[in-house]
Protein backbone atom coordinates (compact mmCIF):
# COMPACT_ATOMS: atom_id res chain seq x y z
CA UNK A 1 0.00 0.00 0.00
CA UNK A 2 0.90 3.67 -0.86
CA UNK A 3 0.09 6.49 2.05
CA UNK A 4 1.10 9.78 0.37
CA UNK A 5 0.72 12.63 3.08
CA UNK A 6 0.65 16.13 1.93
CA UNK A 7 -2.01 15.25 -1.05
CA UNK A 8 -4.88 13.76 -1.39
CA UNK A 9 -3.80 9.98 -2.30
CA UNK A 10 -5.89 6.79 -1.84
CA UNK A 11 -4.27 3.87 -0.38
CA UNK A 12 -5.53 0.22 0.26
CA UNK A 13 -4.27 -1.63 3.27
CA UNK A 14 -4.63 -4.76 2.88
CA UNK A 15 -5.09 -6.75 6.70
CA UNK A 16 -3.16 -10.08 6.31
CA UNK A 17 -5.00 -13.19 6.04
CA UNK A 18 -8.06 -11.60 6.51
CA UNK A 19 -9.43 -10.81 2.96
CA UNK A 20 -10.32 -7.02 3.86
CA UNK A 21 -9.32 -4.31 2.83
CA UNK A 22 -9.66 -0.55 4.18
CA UNK A 23 -9.17 2.95 1.86
CA UNK A 24 -7.31 5.77 4.14
CA UNK A 25 -7.26 9.10 2.44
CA UNK A 26 -5.39 12.58 3.96
CA UNK A 27 -5.45 16.06 2.90
CA UNK A 28 -2.36 18.93 2.89
CA UNK A 29 -1.68 21.55 1.09
CA UNK A 30 1.73 20.44 0.23
CA UNK A 31 3.08 17.00 -0.57
CA UNK A 32 5.36 16.01 2.11
CA UNK A 33 6.13 12.54 3.23
CA UNK A 34 5.14 9.06 1.68
CA UNK A 35 4.70 6.12 3.52
CA UNK A 36 4.77 2.74 1.48
CA UNK A 37 3.75 0.03 4.01
CA UNK A 38 3.72 -4.03 3.79
CA UNK A 39 2.65 -6.72 6.08
CA UNK A 40 5.31 -9.16 7.68
CA UNK A 41 3.88 -12.12 9.75
CA UNK A 42 1.71 -12.40 12.33
CA UNK A 43 3.29 -11.98 15.24
CA UNK A 44 3.42 -12.67 19.38
CA UNK A 45 2.05 -9.94 20.93
CA UNK A 46 1.00 -11.20 24.52
CA UNK A 47 3.97 -8.57 25.85
CA UNK A 48 6.63 -6.18 24.99
CA UNK A 49 9.25 -7.38 23.08
CA UNK A 50 11.87 -6.18 20.20
CA UNK A 51 12.22 -7.48 16.82
CA UNK A 52 15.22 -6.07 14.37
CA UNK A 53 15.19 -4.80 11.02
CA UNK A 54 18.15 -3.92 9.47
CA UNK A 55 19.06 -2.88 5.62
CA UNK A 56 22.33 -2.70 4.23
CA UNK A 57 22.32 -1.75 0.86
CA UNK A 58 19.77 -3.11 -1.14
CA UNK A 59 19.52 -5.99 1.14
CA UNK A 60 16.69 -6.09 4.35
CA UNK A 61 16.97 -8.42 7.09
CA UNK A 62 14.20 -8.90 9.74
CA UNK A 63 14.16 -10.67 12.72
CA UNK A 64 10.94 -11.50 15.46
CA UNK A 65 8.94 -13.69 17.18
CA UNK A 66 6.09 -14.95 14.81
CA UNK A 67 2.68 -15.69 16.87
CA UNK A 68 3.66 -19.48 18.06
CA UNK A 69 6.63 -17.35 19.53
CA UNK A 70 9.38 -19.47 17.63
CA UNK A 71 12.30 -16.72 16.55
CA UNK A 72 12.18 -15.95 12.54
CA UNK A 73 14.25 -14.44 10.50
CA UNK A 74 13.08 -13.07 7.15
CA UNK A 75 15.46 -11.59 3.93
CA UNK A 76 14.89 -9.43 0.94
CA UNK A 77 16.45 -7.51 -1.94
CA UNK A 78 14.80 -4.45 -1.78
CA UNK A 79 11.20 -4.87 -3.83
CA UNK A 80 11.15 -8.40 -3.99
CA UNK A 81 9.45 -10.81 -2.25
CA UNK A 82 10.86 -12.26 1.66
CA UNK A 83 12.00 -14.99 1.99
CA UNK A 84 11.49 -16.52 5.86
CA UNK A 85 12.94 -19.19 8.27
CA UNK A 86 12.26 -20.26 11.93
CA UNK A 87 14.82 -21.62 14.06
CA UNK A 88 14.60 -23.90 16.97
CA UNK A 89 14.23 -21.02 19.69
CA UNK A 90 10.96 -20.17 21.38
CA UNK A 91 10.41 -16.97 23.80
CA UNK A 92 8.79 -17.44 27.17
CA UNK A 93 7.28 -14.25 28.87
CA UNK A 94 10.65 -12.33 29.73
CA UNK A 95 10.79 -9.38 28.13
CA UNK A 96 14.53 -8.95 28.11
CA UNK A 97 14.90 -11.54 25.62
CA UNK A 98 14.77 -9.83 22.16
CA UNK A 99 16.22 -10.92 18.60
CA UNK A 100 19.03 -9.10 17.16
CA UNK A 101 21.30 -9.77 13.84
CA UNK A 102 24.13 -8.35 12.28
CA UNK A 103 25.72 -9.42 8.31
CA UNK A 104 29.57 -9.84 8.16
CA UNK A 105 31.65 -8.56 5.11
CA UNK A 106 30.77 -11.53 3.48
CA UNK A 107 26.92 -11.55 3.82
CA UNK A 108 26.62 -14.55 6.04
CA UNK A 109 23.91 -13.16 8.75
CA UNK A 110 24.62 -13.72 12.44
CA UNK A 111 21.45 -13.99 15.07
CA UNK A 112 21.48 -13.61 18.61
CA UNK A 113 18.69 -13.31 20.83
CA UNK A 114 16.02 -15.00 23.50
CA UNK A 115 18.20 -14.93 26.26
CA UNK A 116 18.61 -13.67 29.88
CA UNK A 117 20.87 -14.81 32.32
CA UNK A 118 20.56 -18.36 29.92
CA UNK A 119 22.66 -20.58 27.58
CA UNK A 120 23.66 -18.73 24.57
CA UNK A 121 21.41 -18.82 21.98
CA UNK A 122 23.26 -17.80 18.17
CA UNK A 123 22.75 -18.81 14.50
CA UNK A 124 24.58 -18.36 11.68
CA UNK A 125 24.53 -19.22 7.96
CA UNK A 126 26.17 -21.46 5.52
CA UNK A 127 25.32 -19.46 2.52
CA UNK A 128 25.52 -15.87 2.40
CA UNK A 129 22.38 -13.72 2.43
CA UNK A 130 20.70 -17.13 3.01
CA UNK A 131 18.23 -17.06 6.12
CA UNK A 132 17.19 -20.62 4.78
CA UNK A 133 21.12 -21.87 5.44
CA UNK A 134 20.61 -20.65 8.85
CA UNK A 135 22.34 -23.09 11.90
CA UNK A 136 22.84 -23.13 15.55
CA UNK A 137 26.16 -22.85 16.55
CA UNK A 138 26.31 -24.13 20.22
CA UNK A 139 29.51 -22.43 21.35
CA UNK A 140 31.03 -19.41 20.14
CA UNK A 141 34.09 -19.11 22.13
CA UNK A 142 34.29 -20.43 25.74
CA UNK A 143 30.87 -22.93 26.99
CA UNK A 144 31.76 -21.82 30.56
CA UNK A 145 31.34 -18.30 30.13
CA UNK A 146 28.34 -18.47 27.39
CA UNK A 147 25.68 -20.14 30.10
CA UNK A 148 24.14 -16.85 31.73
CA UNK A 149 24.18 -14.29 28.26
CA UNK A 150 22.11 -11.03 28.18
CA UNK A 151 21.45 -8.29 26.09
CA UNK A 152 23.86 -9.32 22.74
CA UNK A 153 24.66 -6.16 20.71
CA UNK A 154 26.15 -6.85 17.23
CA UNK A 155 28.73 -4.28 16.14
CA UNK A 156 30.94 -3.35 13.12
CA UNK A 157 34.25 -1.81 14.04
CA UNK A 158 36.07 0.60 11.48
CA UNK A 159 37.39 -1.72 9.72
CA UNK A 160 34.02 -3.23 8.88
CA UNK A 161 34.63 -6.52 11.06
CA UNK A 162 32.19 -7.81 12.95
CA UNK A 163 31.62 -7.95 16.98
CA UNK A 164 29.47 -9.39 19.55
CA UNK A 165 29.11 -7.96 22.88
CA UNK A 166 26.93 -8.80 25.68
CA UNK A 167 26.93 -9.91 29.05
CA UNK A 168 27.99 -12.75 30.95
CA UNK A 169 26.61 -13.16 34.42
CA UNK A 170 23.38 -11.47 36.23
CA UNK A 171 22.22 -8.20 37.23
CA UNK A 172 24.27 -6.58 40.05
CA UNK A 173 27.16 -9.40 39.31
CA UNK A 174 28.03 -9.53 35.69
CA UNK A 175 30.91 -9.08 33.18
CA UNK A 176 30.65 -7.23 29.46
CA UNK A 177 31.93 -9.93 27.25
CA UNK A 178 33.59 -8.63 23.44
CA UNK A 179 34.06 -11.13 20.73
CA UNK A 180 35.23 -10.81 17.39
CA UNK A 181 34.66 -12.58 13.98
CA UNK A 182 37.31 -13.94 11.49
CA UNK A 183 35.29 -14.22 8.35
CA UNK A 184 38.29 -16.17 6.86
CA UNK A 185 38.03 -19.28 9.75
CA UNK A 186 34.51 -18.63 10.60
CA UNK A 187 35.57 -18.25 14.24
CA UNK A 188 34.84 -15.76 17.03
CA UNK A 189 37.52 -14.84 19.63
CA UNK A 190 38.32 -12.78 22.81
CA UNK A 191 38.58 -8.91 22.00
CA UNK A 192 40.43 -8.22 25.44
CA UNK A 193 43.04 -10.35 27.32
CA UNK A 194 41.37 -8.92 30.98
CA UNK A 195 38.28 -8.48 31.88
CA UNK A 196 36.43 -5.43 30.65
CA UNK A 197 34.46 -4.57 33.47
CA UNK A 198 34.69 -5.68 37.02
CA UNK A 199 32.00 -4.79 39.64
CA UNK A 200 34.24 -6.58 42.04
CA UNK A 201 31.02 -8.88 43.04
CA UNK A 202 28.76 -5.50 44.36
CA UNK A 203 27.14 -4.35 41.21
CA UNK A 204 27.43 -4.53 37.01
CA UNK A 205 27.37 -2.06 34.62
CA UNK A 206 23.94 -1.79 32.09
CA UNK A 207 25.61 0.00 28.80
CA UNK A 208 24.43 2.35 26.20
CA UNK A 209 26.80 1.67 22.93
CA UNK A 210 29.38 1.62 22.04
CA UNK A 211 28.64 4.48 19.35
CA UNK A 212 30.69 5.41 16.58
CA UNK A 213 31.24 9.43 17.22
CA UNK A 214 31.61 12.05 14.53
CA UNK A 215 35.19 12.28 16.13
CA UNK A 216 36.10 8.82 15.19
CA UNK A 217 36.20 7.77 18.53
CA UNK A 218 33.54 4.80 19.86
CA UNK A 219 32.13 6.62 22.85
CA UNK A 220 30.43 4.78 26.15
CA UNK A 221 28.13 5.47 28.47
CA UNK A 222 26.78 3.12 31.43
CA UNK A 223 25.39 3.05 34.50
CA UNK A 224 26.12 0.94 37.37
CA UNK A 225 23.60 -1.14 39.44
CA UNK A 226 24.00 -2.79 42.63
CA UNK A 227 20.78 -5.70 42.80
CA UNK A 228 18.04 -6.69 41.02
CA UNK A 229 16.07 -3.85 42.61
CA UNK A 230 15.84 -1.12 39.34
CA UNK A 231 15.89 1.65 42.34
CA UNK A 232 19.48 0.98 42.58
CA UNK A 233 21.22 2.39 39.44
CA UNK A 234 23.79 4.59 40.18
CA UNK A 235 26.71 6.33 38.87
CA UNK A 236 26.41 7.33 35.47
CA UNK A 237 30.08 6.71 33.43
CA UNK A 238 31.62 7.40 30.01
CA UNK A 239 34.47 5.58 28.11
CA UNK A 240 35.96 6.58 24.58
CA UNK A 241 37.86 4.18 22.30
CA UNK A 242 39.77 4.96 18.79
CA UNK A 243 39.76 1.12 18.88
CA UNK A 244 37.32 -0.80 21.12
CA UNK A 245 40.49 -2.25 22.53
CA UNK A 246 42.33 0.54 23.96
CA UNK A 247 39.90 2.88 25.93
CA UNK A 248 40.16 6.02 27.48
CA UNK A 249 38.04 8.71 29.99
CA UNK A 250 37.02 11.98 27.92
CA UNK A 251 40.32 13.75 28.17
CA UNK A 252 42.08 11.06 26.88
CA UNK A 253 44.08 9.71 29.72
CA UNK A 254 43.76 6.00 29.50
CA UNK A 255 41.74 3.47 31.02
CA UNK A 256 42.91 0.28 32.19
CA UNK A 257 40.78 -3.00 31.77
CA UNK A 258 38.79 -4.05 33.96
CA UNK A 259 36.93 -0.68 34.35
CA UNK A 260 35.49 -0.69 37.79
CA UNK A 261 33.88 2.40 39.77
CA UNK A 262 36.92 3.77 40.87
CA UNK A 263 38.99 3.71 37.49
CA UNK A 264 36.39 4.95 35.29
CA UNK A 265 34.66 8.39 34.33
CA UNK A 266 31.86 9.26 36.59
CA UNK A 267 29.73 12.15 34.67
CA UNK A 268 27.07 12.84 37.43
CA UNK A 269 27.64 10.87 40.86
CA UNK A 270 23.75 9.85 41.06
CA UNK A 271 23.26 7.96 44.16
CA UNK A 272 20.98 4.51 44.48
CA UNK A 273 17.47 5.79 44.78
CA UNK A 274 17.98 9.30 43.14
CA UNK A 275 15.65 8.45 40.39
CA UNK A 276 18.57 7.45 37.39
CA UNK A 277 17.42 3.75 35.64
CA UNK A 278 19.21 1.79 33.26
CA UNK A 279 17.89 2.28 29.60
CA UNK A 280 17.28 5.91 29.94
CA UNK A 281 20.62 7.46 29.44
CA UNK A 282 21.21 8.66 25.89
CA UNK A 283 24.13 9.74 23.40
CA UNK A 284 24.85 12.28 21.25
CA UNK A 285 27.11 14.82 19.94
CA UNK A 286 26.72 18.67 19.87
CA UNK A 287 28.65 21.07 16.92
CA UNK A 288 31.74 20.58 18.37
CA UNK A 289 31.32 17.08 18.19
CA UNK A 290 31.54 17.29 22.11
CA UNK A 291 29.57 13.85 24.04
CA UNK A 292 26.70 14.89 25.16
CA UNK A 293 24.16 12.37 27.75
CA UNK A 294 20.41 13.10 28.22
CA UNK A 295 18.50 11.11 31.47
CA UNK A 296 16.29 11.78 34.35
CA UNK A 297 17.23 11.69 38.05
CA UNK A 298 14.88 13.49 40.78
CA UNK A 299 16.03 17.29 41.82
CA UNK A 300 16.43 18.68 45.50
CA UNK A 301 12.32 18.84 45.46
CA UNK A 302 12.16 14.96 44.78
CA UNK A 303 10.81 15.79 41.83
CA UNK A 304 11.93 14.05 38.23
CA UNK A 305 13.59 15.72 35.74
CA UNK A 306 15.51 15.91 32.61
CA UNK A 307 19.32 16.92 32.42
CA UNK A 308 22.01 17.23 30.07
CA UNK A 309 25.07 16.49 30.59
CA UNK A 310 28.24 17.88 27.96
CA UNK A 311 31.69 17.21 28.63
CA UNK A 312 33.38 20.55 28.51
CA UNK A 313 36.81 22.34 28.66
CA UNK A 314 36.74 21.68 32.62
CA UNK A 315 35.22 18.79 32.52
CA UNK A 316 31.68 17.28 32.43
CA UNK A 317 28.82 20.22 32.80
CA UNK A 318 25.16 18.48 33.83
CA UNK A 319 22.38 21.11 33.43
CA UNK A 320 18.86 20.35 34.27
CA UNK A 321 16.56 21.15 31.02
CA UNK A 322 13.06 20.33 32.96
CA UNK A 323 11.29 22.40 35.46
CA UNK A 324 8.72 19.73 36.10
CA UNK A 325 6.25 20.31 39.39
CA UNK A 326 4.99 17.47 40.74
CA UNK A 327 6.09 14.70 38.74
CA UNK A 328 7.91 12.05 40.52
CA UNK A 329 8.58 8.34 38.52
CA UNK A 330 8.84 6.18 41.89
CA UNK A 331 10.04 2.35 40.24
CA UNK A 332 12.05 -0.55 42.12
CA UNK A 333 11.71 -4.11 41.52
CA UNK A 334 12.65 -6.55 39.57
CA UNK A 335 12.10 -8.51 36.27
CA UNK A 336 11.22 -6.19 33.32
CA UNK A 337 9.27 -2.74 34.53
CA UNK A 338 6.09 -2.04 32.74
CA UNK A 339 5.49 1.41 30.20
CA UNK A 340 7.90 3.76 31.58
CA UNK A 341 6.12 6.87 32.43
CA UNK A 342 9.60 8.89 31.28
CA UNK A 343 11.57 7.81 28.10
CA UNK A 344 14.26 10.22 26.91
CA UNK A 345 16.08 9.75 23.37
CA UNK A 346 19.47 11.20 22.22
CA UNK A 347 20.47 14.44 21.77
CA UNK A 348 21.04 15.74 18.68
CA UNK A 349 22.17 18.91 16.75
CA UNK A 350 19.03 20.77 15.15
CA UNK A 351 19.72 22.53 11.41
CA UNK A 352 19.84 26.67 13.50
CA UNK A 353 23.04 25.01 15.98
CA UNK A 354 20.62 24.82 18.86
CA UNK A 355 20.19 20.78 20.32
CA UNK A 356 17.19 19.26 20.55
CA UNK A 357 16.18 16.55 23.72
CA UNK A 358 13.42 14.57 22.70
CA UNK A 359 11.37 12.99 25.73
CA UNK A 360 8.23 11.14 25.81
CA UNK A 361 6.48 11.66 29.08
CA UNK A 362 3.56 9.92 29.69
CA UNK A 363 1.63 10.36 26.36
CA UNK A 364 3.38 13.31 25.11
CA UNK A 365 6.57 13.98 23.39
CA UNK A 366 8.37 16.93 24.15
CA UNK A 367 11.33 18.36 22.34
CA UNK A 368 13.65 20.26 25.05
CA UNK A 369 15.09 23.02 22.83
CA UNK A 370 18.48 24.04 24.58
CA UNK A 371 20.75 27.22 23.38
CA UNK A 372 24.36 25.16 22.66
CA UNK A 373 26.42 27.60 24.81
CA UNK A 374 24.89 27.40 28.40
CA UNK A 375 22.64 24.52 28.15
CA UNK A 376 19.95 26.79 28.59
CA UNK A 377 16.21 25.34 27.67
CA UNK A 378 14.78 27.69 24.87
CA UNK A 379 11.47 26.21 24.91
CA UNK A 380 10.02 23.14 25.43
CA UNK A 381 7.10 22.07 22.04
CA UNK A 382 5.48 19.21 21.09
CA UNK A 383 6.83 16.64 18.57
CA UNK A 384 6.91 13.18 17.19
CA UNK A 385 9.10 10.07 17.82
CA UNK A 386 8.38 8.87 14.21
CA UNK A 387 5.70 9.93 11.37
CA UNK A 388 2.46 9.83 13.07
CA UNK A 389 0.70 8.31 10.64
CA UNK A 390 2.42 4.71 11.14
CA UNK A 391 -0.35 4.48 14.20
CA UNK A 392 -3.42 4.86 11.80
CA UNK A 393 -1.95 2.68 9.76
CA UNK A 394 -1.13 -0.04 12.04
CA UNK A 395 -4.56 0.15 13.58
CA UNK A 396 -6.19 -0.39 10.70
CA UNK A 397 -4.10 -3.51 9.57
CA UNK A 398 -4.73 -4.60 13.52
CA UNK A 399 -8.52 -3.84 14.02
CA UNK A 400 -9.83 -7.08 14.46
CA UNK A 401 -7.42 -7.51 16.71
CA UNK A 402 -8.13 -4.60 18.65
CA UNK A 403 -11.65 -3.97 18.26
CA UNK A 404 -12.01 -7.79 19.60
CA UNK A 405 -10.84 -7.41 23.13
CA UNK A 406 -10.66 -4.85 26.05
CA UNK A 407 -6.94 -5.85 26.81
CA UNK A 408 -4.01 -2.50 27.44
CA UNK A 409 -2.28 -2.76 24.42
CA UNK A 410 0.54 -0.61 23.39
CA UNK A 411 1.37 0.74 19.62
CA UNK A 412 5.37 -0.06 19.78
CA UNK A 413 7.27 1.05 16.64
CA UNK A 414 10.96 0.37 16.29
CA UNK A 415 13.27 2.36 13.93
CA UNK A 416 15.22 0.30 11.67
CA UNK A 417 19.51 0.08 11.55
CA UNK A 418 21.61 0.29 8.53
CA UNK A 419 21.03 2.83 5.28
CA UNK A 420 19.74 1.09 1.93
CA UNK A 421 21.00 2.45 -1.40
CA UNK A 422 17.55 4.29 -2.09
CA UNK A 423 17.18 6.56 0.95
CA UNK A 424 14.69 7.12 3.07
CA UNK A 425 14.13 5.22 6.60
CA UNK A 426 12.35 2.16 7.42
CA UNK A 427 10.17 0.66 10.64
CA UNK A 428 8.75 -1.91 11.94
CA UNK A 429 5.32 -1.30 13.76
CA UNK A 430 2.82 -3.87 15.69
CA UNK A 431 0.52 -3.88 18.97
CA UNK A 432 1.44 -5.38 22.16
CA UNK A 433 0.58 -6.23 25.48
CA UNK A 434 2.67 -4.14 28.07
CA UNK A 435 5.55 -6.59 30.02
CA UNK A 436 4.55 -7.83 33.12
CA UNK A 437 8.00 -7.96 35.24
CA UNK A 438 8.52 -10.89 32.69
CA UNK A 439 5.29 -12.97 34.34
CA UNK A 440 2.59 -14.35 32.11
CA UNK A 441 -0.88 -12.24 31.70
CA UNK A 442 -3.89 -13.98 32.49
CA UNK A 443 -5.29 -14.01 29.06
CA UNK A 444 -2.97 -14.66 25.68
CA UNK A 445 -3.84 -12.14 23.43
CA UNK A 446 -4.61 -12.31 19.95
CA UNK A 447 -1.50 -12.23 17.08
CA UNK A 448 -0.83 -9.15 16.17
CA UNK A 449 0.45 -7.85 12.48
CA UNK A 450 4.31 -6.58 12.04
CA UNK A 451 4.18 -4.15 9.34
CA UNK A 452 7.46 -2.48 7.60
CA UNK A 453 6.97 0.99 6.88
CA UNK A 454 9.62 2.58 4.40
CA UNK A 455 9.37 6.71 5.01
CA UNK A 456 10.56 9.38 2.14
CA UNK A 457 10.68 12.63 2.34
CA UNK A 458 10.98 15.16 -0.19
Known amino acids: MLIRFGKTVFATVFLLASGLSVS ?47 MTVAHRTLGAPWRYYKVDSWLGWDSHNYVTLEVDSEGHIHVMGNVHADPIEYFRTSEPHQVRSLKRVEVMVDKNIEQRTTYPIFMLNKNNELLVKYRDGGSGNGNEIYNIYDTKTKTWSRLHENQFLDGQGKMS ?25 AATNHSLSYAKSPDLVNWQDSSGKPLALPLTLKHSEVVDPVKPGEGMINGNVKLGFDGKNRPMISYHKYDENGNTQMYLARREAKGWNSVQISDWKGFRWEFGGGGSLGRFPIKPHNPSLMDNGNISVLVRKNAQVLRFVVEPTKLKTIKVEPADLYPKELE ?35 YLSWYSQPGNRDRAHSVISQPSVLLLHEVVSP
Do not use: C, M
Open 205 to 229: GYFEGPALGPDGNFHLIWVWRNTPN
Open 24 to 70: LATQNSVAQTSIKSIAIDHVWSGHRIKPYLLTRGNNQYVAYFDSNRQ
Open 392 to 426: LVTKTSNQSTLTSSDLPFEHQVFAGKGKSKKGGKY
